[in-house]
């Protein structure tokens, strides 16, 4: 069983749509990120929170470190919000240096 | 803005090649990273450094060597290739205060290799 389950795997929105990916994982952490993937492949780093709630432009992530949830929220969606989006999160203990990584969210938002 | 370059972003091998993939950051960041990415599986490490000459395996580093000998360039080595080793391969790099990082990776454009 992966460490970190993102749901749903597929996620298909008209434009307007407020979008919510979900991300729970069941090791202690020190951070959890959420990366945002475009076709073509780079990866583009959103937020990396431990604790709360973080705010940038249409995206929000909120984390609850007790519950070891954290969902990735977008308001407003427009088609180009169409990517992968990833958690991953860095493990508490021993080797905290590695991110363990979500299997992805696919997003197509259509116009 | 952190900018991490791959020195291929499509690449076409044969069996038995020895590849060289590239890595360049240029925020003179400690931490470089090499991932491979397949459908299905999401991102897994393969090797880190946290420094020049260290190197550390990560979760799936058979049938790969890295190599770090500048700062700002972390090169990631298949020395026979084979067809199981065809994935997209991801360079990141982040900054650290020490061994463990704990800032967030910035990763480069991937290169999408094919074995044949």
């Known amino acids: 069983k992966n460490e970190v389950e993102q749901s749903p795997q597929n996620l298909t929105a008209q434009e307007g749509e407020f979008i919510t990916i979900n991300c729970s994982y069941s090791?202690?952490?020190?951070?959890l990120h959420w990366l945002q993937q475009h076709p073509g492949g780079g990866i583009v780093s959103l937020f990396m929170?431990?604790?709360g709630k973080k705010k940038h432009g249409r995206l929000i992530a909120t984390i609850n470190i007790q519950e070891k949830h954290s969902s990735l929220h977008i308001t407003a969606s427009h088609p180009r919000d169409s990517a992968v989006y990833i958690c991953?999160?860095?493990?508490?203990?021993?080797?905290?240096?590695?991110?363990?990584f979500g299997k992805g969210t696919l997003l197509t938002v259509n116009p | 803005d952190v900018k991490v370059t791959q020195s291929s972003r499509y690449l076409v091998k044969r069996t038995g090649e020895k590849v060289f993939l590239e890595c360049v950051q240029d925020m003179d960041h400690e931490n470089m990273f090499w991932y491979r990415q397949d459908p299905g599986l999401g991102l897994r490490l393969i090797y880190f450094?946290?420094?020049?000459?260290?190197?550390e395996k990560g979760d799936i580093p058979e049938g790969y060597s890295v190599s770090r000998e500048k700062k700002e360039r972390f090169s990631l080595i298949l020395e026979s290739a084979s067809t199981n080793q065809t994935s997209m391969y991801l360079c990141?790099?982040?900054?650290?205060?020490?061994?463990?990082?704990?800032?967030?990776?910035?990763f480069g454009p991937g290169t999408r290799l094919t074995v044949l």
């Open positions: 990141a790099s982040s900054s650290s205060s020490g061994r463990y990082p704990n800032n967030e990776q910035f």
């Open positions: 450094s946290y420094d020049v000459k260290m190197k």
């Open positions: 929170l431990s604790s």
């Open positions: 991953a999160v860095r493990n508490s203990g021993g080797s905290n240096y590695k991110l363990t």
């Open positions: 090791v202690g952490i020190s951070a």
